[in-house]
């Protein structure tokens, strides 16, 4: 009589593990693709810090020794102040105004029971269809009727109007992720409506709003084209628009002009540094359904 002996298998000591190669190549193009992005960065600010002499007689890639800040004083005295303050009017008063009348449409369209409310949200998404550049005579001749025109209000209402579609799809799909008990339950405890969107909805969403409000800003605070055609006087000018004047101004002194791009971009630079977690959160969010 023959005993079988069992073997038991080999305890699994934690399963198969795939051990991934390290791409040289992805990390080669990788840190190519950064070379190029912070090559012209650097080159702006290198040269913003040089006067106009050794911006001439100086490699171009040098830094400047000693570091100078004649080009920002020129932009400086030249008015740039001015139209600092407008273009923060112009991205405040747009700004805010997108975000309360979207976050509100978001918030209807994703708990409304009416058909319009379902079918509304379609309606903003053919906004995104509509190029800014076809409507910009229709807009002029509205602008010039109203008699706004040459006014930060000119500015601020089309750039309202093509700043809700976009921000009305990021937050009703981030709103669609809330769960419907913790409404449920506040509607229990007796809250109404506007309470439930402004004590619930308001704050799990912050992220989203963060990220409507920064690109938001960034696309108010770098348009050229309604500033172009909506303005005409000096003191009515943006930052993009002063620009471009300063490069007509200081047509050879580029040091100059560079100061001004160094001194634009700044405020976008502050705004991302602060909400950057909330916009990574918000731009993320979804994708790991």
Not at 5 to 27: E, F, Q, S, W
Not at 180 to 208: I, N, V, Y
Not at 257 to 276: D, E, H, N
Request: charged share 10%; net charge positive; glycine share 8%.
């Amino acid at each position: 009589m023959t005993t079988a002996v069992a073997t038991a298998p080999p305890a699994d000591t934690g399963g198969t593990r795939v051990k991934g190669r390290i791409n040289y190549l992805g990390g080669l193009f990788g840190w190519i693709w950064l070379a190029i992005i912070i090559l012209p960065i650097y080159y702006i600010v290198v040269t913003s810090l040089k006067n106009q002499g050794d911006y001439f007689t100086s490699n171009p890639l040098s830094p400047p020794i000693p570091p100078t800040v004649t080009a920002y004083q020129q932009v400086i005295d030249a008015g740039i102040g001015r139209y600092f303050a407008n273009s923060v009017i112009v991205t405040v008063g747009t700004v805010v105004p997108v975000l309360l009348f979207s976050f509100l449409a978001s918030y209807a369209i994703v708990r409304g029971n009416s058909r319009f409310l379902r079918y509304s949200r379609g309606l903003f998404l053919f906004g995104l269809a509509i190029p800014l550049q076809a409507t910009i005579i229709p807009i002029y001749l509205i602008i010039t009727k109203i008699h706004m025109y040459d006014t930060l209000g000119a500015l601020i209402l089309p750039s309202i109007a093509f700043g809700i579609p976009l921000s009305v799809l990021i937050l009703s799909t981030f709103l669609r992720d809330v769960p419907k008990e913790l409404f449920e339950s506040m509607r229990m405890d007796g809250c109404t409506e506007w309470q439930m969107a402004w004590r619930l909805a308001f704050p799990l969403t912050r992220p989203a709003i963060v990220t409507v409000a920064i690109y938001t800003g960034l696309n108010v605070w770098n348009g050229f084209l309604f500033p172009l055609i909506l303005t005409q006087s000096p003191d009515k000018r943006v930052m993009p628009l002063a620009l471009w004047a300063f490069q007509g101004e200081y047509s050879v002194n580029i040091p100059a002009v560079l100061a001004a791009v160094v001194l634009s971009t700044v405020p976008i630079l502050v705004l991302y540094v602060v909400g950057r977690r909330q916009l990574l959160s918000g731009l993320t969010a979804g994708f790991g359904k």
